[in-house]
């Protein structure tokens, strides 16, 4: 591993002009952006995989001539480039010392579209869940659907010739891509398709006539050691000419000099545009999920189910549907999907346009499965829906599988080895055992209906796991050779499988292939080391977590115990959390969970990651973010661990969502991190007269409440207000909060004593008490009607009680934990007798259940937590259990458009508001699909946020809001939200509580 910390950093050839020159004329010559500094080069110096290594500089172009130019200065500079979209790929093809050339931001542009003859021209940036998007209008889509879909570009897609789950049916990347427009080595434009078609002039035809001849002289060893199966990705494809593939490249059988570019890692050219063949979107499929009581059985029968003709044939194991099981957010997709407990599934999916041959396959796949001696092991999936609910969970295989806590993960080198069907289930087998011989066990997942299966096995990288892994390699590739499959069948070579080019096609081979690389880039310019004279796979220097990682000493304000766990890689059992010998208790192994995979890229659903959406930037992403504290706390990066500079700047815009809570699927938890964060910084750097007039906001609120009329007058007199915002620090275009009564000092008087059905305790938070009292009175008044007595928290003679978010904000987490333990105080007693602890602010209700578990408090936290409930999630729970009793009414609006607070999402929550909104009678709930509204506390009023606090707003929450006619209702329970949508849309939007005592009859 290169480390980040060295002052005077060097190129790794002296030939390399000096780097600040290099970056001097880019800055000057290039409109996009340019990035030396140590903290963005460490957040590009590893992609998915194992790999680390440390690059020159980043560029992200913001058109094709930055492009041009950007290669330019470097060969001008004997400067490498690397071309990267995503960073996800999973063997190290994204990492090195070169000059990275980001084009994901901005080259993600259709630049031509054929509806006719079904080809699109894209730019390599554009994600191809956009382009599908893009596509959908028109009844067609790109069919490599790849698990990444959501964040992959088509650029690096072709880089690594991807495959996707259909590949039975559509086949891979170098089946779909008609021409690559590309620069070459010289900087001169070169346009790579159908050699028949192509001009053969100047020095694009010394390269086809070079190619030609050394395909033709290879041609008995290109038929000898090219595996004859569909899934092989390593080398280059000098098979063009004579494809021995299943699928060919070209229904005509002509020959694509663009399919040498496919899969090449960026290594012979630089793209800029691509021109992919489209293929109908299927008006209808079928899904039917067979479980198998054996994982033998499963791998078995694939080879018959194939026969039926399906589109997909994708394997889920156990320890998969174990983990699904953990996660929130898939445990009742795949519970769906499952009879009793099945050592393995296989999702199969049928596709077409018209529905009734489907069923009918779907039936014939049932009664297949009951001659192979498993009757009734077929749960049939015919909706949509459903459907695509599973898809979305297997698609997060890998994250899902990554999501393991402890120093040993499942480690990818032997991921896609691709072996012939009627082998498959003797090579799982074999190599289970090779896993138990070196004392570990395999995940296994994806692709079975191609004989490629994603298989990881659990190692520590940071002791042994580099001895495993070379051992276990070995014998891998021994049964590969012995069934005839292809060692790489789908995540390309990198570093990972680099040396075994050479293995899989021969010496021969071998040196053509570094032929095909002197002819295309004599100066080895492009991506260095990738395919031709790669390292060792096990090469210490290059991996992310070497022998020698060590994290720096850091004394954690919260508990991170449970991350720091031991799991036996066999059993998969967990030991009991410890910190003995760790003074991070766990918290760099938190950070460690991200791997890379850069599902927080997605823009399609769900939270995350809100600043990254609208900026774009690695830095301002959840990996982005994650990779830098991991940097930082291995000393690589910063003088100030957690204070310093580069964690400030990297979590500036982190608005706290917990998006990644609930939507990374490895469980990267950013907002509690950034809570590390910032109380690390409050301890080096003095906080903002600004931050602790927020964070105090509890203290002062009912001084505050008693001069609200004199408070709210400030908005009508322009220039004060002005005076006041820039004097604090806000942003003038923002409104002020307006404070009112005291809710629970007058409600004490109206306390139910009855007790007809059960008692709780309304939790009203210091924005529901002195800001938004009506809703604090609206709860309580559904509360008492349905018979419950209500209970308050305000004790005698003290201040209400407060959850101590903006304590928590602010990096105070001593005062953070100090109301912690005052509230632990007043209703351990209730929680103890069975009384419900329910709250209106998500933020506020939920960090009982979330951050108090975290502060040291052992049972008494837990308690509390699992009696805490938000009043929606109460009235749901009530009423299925039969003790609830309300009798609404119609509403005089008949549609109500919902927001949900980002933590009512992380933590599933939304579901029960929209149940409550759905009792009242002849409402229609429409909920709005949005990220963080923006606001996020203190965020939205910060000057040096309103801006970007809008934008996010705008991205789908406003735009729903000012859709909704005058006389609908918009419902959110975030007080936050509720206030940026009247700032933004000048809406008010109410808290489902008051939409209920709206409605009470």
């Known amino acids: 591993m290169t480390s980040l910390s060295e002052k005077n950093f060097q190129p790794r050839d002296a030939r390399i002009k000096p780097v600040s020159d290099v970056a001097a004329r880019l800055q000057r010559e290039i409109a996009g952006e340019v990035m030396f500094d140590q903290a963005s080069r460490g957040r590009y110096s590893t992609d998915a995989s194992i790999y680390q290594i440390m690059p020159l500089g980043v560029v992200v172009p913001r058109h094709q001539q930055d492009l041009q130019v950007a290669l330019d200065i470097a060969r001008d500079a004997g400067m490498p480039v690397l071309p990267r979209g995503a960073g996800t790929s999973q063997c190290g093809q994204t990492v090195g010392e ?16 054929d509806e006719q003859a079904r080809t699109v021209v894209v730019e390599p940036g554009i994600v191809l869940d956009h382009l599908n998007a893009w596509l959908k209008p028109y009844g067609l889509w790109f069919p490599v659907d790849v698990s990444t879909s959501a964040q992959c570009t088509l650029g690096g897609m072709a880089g690594n010739n991807s495959c996707g789950s259909r590949s039975i049916k559509y086949g891979n990347m170098v089946h779909n891509v008609q021409g690559i427009d590309a620069l070459l080595a010289d900087g001169s434009q070169a346009s790579f398709g ?11 035809g010394d390269i086809i006539k070079q190619v030609r001849q050394i395909a033709e002289r290879e041609d008995a060893h290109i038929r000898e050691h090219y595996p004859k199966v569909l899934r092989r990705v390593a080398g280059y494809n000098l098979d063009l000419f004579n494809c021995q593939n299943p699928l060919p490249y070209d229904a005509l059988g002509r020959a694509n000099l663009a399919h040498l570019l496919v899969g090449s890692e960026g290594t012979l050219g630089l793209t800029q545009r691509l021109t992919l063949k489209l293929e109908p979107l299927p008006e209808h499929k079928v899904l039917g999920v067979v479980n198998f009581p054996t994982f033998y059985q499963a791998m078995d029968f694939t080879q018959h189910i194939v026969e039926l003709g399906p589109a997909a044939v994708e394997l889920v194991d156990r320890t998969m549907i174990e983990l699904s099981l953990e996660n929130p957010a898939f445990r009742p997709v795949i519970e769906k999907a499952l009879i009793g407990k099945p050592a393995a599934i296989l999702l199969v999916e049928f596709s077409g346009q018209e529905r009734e041959p489907l069923l009918d396959a779907l039936r014939r796949l049932n009664e297949l499965m009951a001659d192979l001696g498993l009757p009734d092991c077929v749960v049939d999936m015919p909706e949509a829906a459903e459907q695509k609910a599973l898809w979305n969970v297997r698609k997060a295989g890998l994250n899902i599988m990554m999501s393991m806590k402890g120093d040993g993960k499942p480690v990818s080198f032997i991921e896609d080895c691709a072996v012939p069907l009627e082998h498959l289930a003797e090579y799982t087998d074999k190599l289970t055992q090779v896993f138990h011989k070196y004392g570990t066990e395999g995940t296994w997942y994806a692709h079975a209906s191609v004989g490629t299966l994603h298989v990881r096995p659990i190692l520590d990288m940071r002791r042994d796991g580099a001895e495993k892994m070379r051992e276990i390699a070995e014998a891998a590739s021994e049964l590969v050779r012995e069934y005839k499959g292809a060692y790489s069948g789908e995540h390309g070579d990198g570093i990972c499988r680099g040396e075994w080019v050479a293995w899989q096609f021969g010496a021969e081979l071998n040196a053509a292939f570094k032929e095909i690389k002197q002819l295309f880039d004599p100066d080895n310019l492009f991506n260095p080391n990738k395919i031709v004279d790669t390292p060792r796979m096990d090469d210490d220097r290059y991996f992310r977590f070497p022998r020698q990682y060590q994290t720096i000493p850091v004394t954690p304000v919260l508990d991170w115990s449970p991350w720091d766990v031991k799991r036996d890689p066999l059993t998969g059992e967990q030991s009991a959390p410890g910190t003995a010998g760790d003074p991070t208790f766990g918290l760099a192994k938190a950070v460690e969970m991200c791997n890379n995979n850069g599902h927080c890229r997605k823009f399609d659903a769900g939270t995350m990651c809100p600043s990254y959406r609208i900026t774009r930037d690695e830095q301002h992403l959840t990996r982005g973010r994650a ?3 991991r940097l930082v706390l291995s000393g690589q990066v910063g003088q100030e661990g957690l204070a310093s500079d580069e964690v400030k700047e990297a979590l500036d815009l982190c608005v706290s969502c917990k998006g990644c809570k609930r939507d990374c699927p490895t469980g990267v938890d950013m907002a509690k991190l950034k809570i590390e964060a910032r109380a690390a910084r409050a301890k080096t750097h003095p906080l903002a007269w600004r931050d602790r007039m927020i964070a105090n906001m509890p203290r002062y609120a009912p001084y505050a409440s008693r001069m609200g009329p004199l408070l709210g007058s400030l908005e ?29 000092r007058r409600a004490e008087l109206l306390q139910s004593k009855t007790n007809t059905v059960g008692e709780v305790v309304l939790f009203v938070d210091t924005f529901n008490n002195y800001m938004e009292a009506d809703n604090a009175a609206a709860a309580h008044r ?4 349905a018979g419950y007595r209500v209970h308050l928290n305000s004790p005698p003679n003290q201040r209400p009680l407060c959850c101590g978010r903006t304590y928590l904000a602010s990096g105070q987490v001593d005062k953070a934990k100090a109301e912690a333990r005052r509230t632990l105080d007043y209703l351990m007693p209730y929680v103890e007798r069975g009384a419900t602890i329910v709250g209106l602010e998500p933020s506020c209700l939920l960090t009982l259940r979330d951050e108090f578990l975290h502060y040291g408090y052992g049972e008494e936290a837990r308690q509390l937590a699992e009696a805490a409930m938000l009043f929606e999630e109460f009235l749901v729970r009530e009423n299925k259990a039969g003790r609830l009793a309300l009798d609404l009414k119609p509403l005089e609006a008949s549609r109500a458009w919902l927001h949900g607070h980002c933590h009512q999402k992380a933590f599933d929550a939304l579901r029960p508001v929209e149940t409550v909104l759905g009792w009242i009678p002849d409402l229609e709930v429409k909920t709005i699909e949005s990220s963080c509204c923006g606001m ?16 996010m707003a705008e991205l789908s929450l406003l735009p729903a809001v000012r859709q909704a006619a005058a006389d609908d209702l918009v419902v959110a329970d975030g007080t936050s939200c509720r206030h940026q949508i009247r700032d933004g849309a000048q809406r008010d939007a109410l808290h489902v509580a008051l939409v209920l005592a709206m409605a009470l009859d």
């Open 936 to 951: 996020a506390g203190s965020f939205g009023y910060e000057r040096e946020h309103f801006e970007a606090s809008m934008q």
């Open 782 to 785: 559904v509360l008492t009607a």
């Open 194 to 204: 159908f050699i028949d078609e192509m001009t053969a002039t100047g020095k694009l």
């Open 716 to 744: 009508r007199l322009p220039v004060l207000s002005r005076w006041v915002k820039q004097s604090l620090g806000l942003a003038e275009a923002r409104s002020l909060p307006t404070f009112s009564s005291d809710y629970l």
């Open 98 to 113: 070169a000059l990275v050339l980001d084009t994901s931001r901005w080259l993600n542009n259709v630049v031509e579209f």
């Open 627 to 629: 990779n830098t504290l």
